[in-house]
């Protein structure tokens, strides 16, 4: 088995979101990237933002059914590219609650910002949030809030994997994809 995992278009200037200034808000803001369906559990980040809602501000950056019970959460519809990163610079952690994945886009987009996650075990989650450094995996659904509540409580912490995300934001970059996907080609 040889990967050959999803790239971004990092040519897009963008301050790190760990820099001076970068939280915009008074208070904390969780975001999850991506489609509301099944796979992506939003019932879940729709219950975190009912438990935290004290402490946070829940944005789901995608766009969700009409009728769909999406609680206290702020959801923004579709949005252009540059739209989703400047969200995502006014993000202070992505709480990523979905119950499989290939390697998300969404989840890559916001590490590659430099927000911190905390994000539900499955596939392709380990691939791209690196547990203790850029986020914090969760092994068990049931935990997520607690570990989300724990981080948006540690602004420190926050700041640390915020740095190690944007540090290691190049291992998303499309940069040299063609040479790498010949690599894997002539490998296989």
């Known amino acids: 088995v040889v990967v050959l995992p999803n790239v971004l278009d990092l040519q897009d200037p963008m301050a ?13 803001v969780v975001v999850n990237v991506g489609r509301w369906c099944e796979q992506k559990a939003p019932e879940r980040f729709v219950d975190a933002a009912r438990k935290l ?35 995502l610079a006014s993000a202070s952690i992505v709480y990523f609650t979905s119950r499989w994945e290939g390697m998300p ?37 049931a935990s997520g809030p607690d570990v989300l509540e724990n981080l948006l409580l540690d602004a420190e912490r926050r700041r640390h994997m915020s740095i190690s995300a944007w540090e290691s934001r190049e291992r998303f970059s499309s940069d040299g994809y063609g040479e790498r996907s010949i690599a894997v080609y002539n490998e296989a």
């Open 16 to 28: 790190p979101r760990h820099s001076a200034g970068s939280e915009r808000r008074s208070r904390p």
């Open 53 to 87: 809602a004290g402490i946070a501000d829940f944005v789901w950056i995608g766009s969700a059914p009409e009728g769909a019970d999406v609680g206290n959460v702020e959801v923004t519809g579709w949005l252009q590219q540059d739209e989703v990163w400047k969200r």
């Open 105 to 141: 886009v969404g989840l890559m987009q916001a590490q590659a910002a430099g927000v911190p996650a905390v994000a539900l075990a499955c596939i392709g989650v380990r691939d791209v949030v690196v547990d203790g450094v850029t986020g914090v995996i969760v092994e068990h659904a």
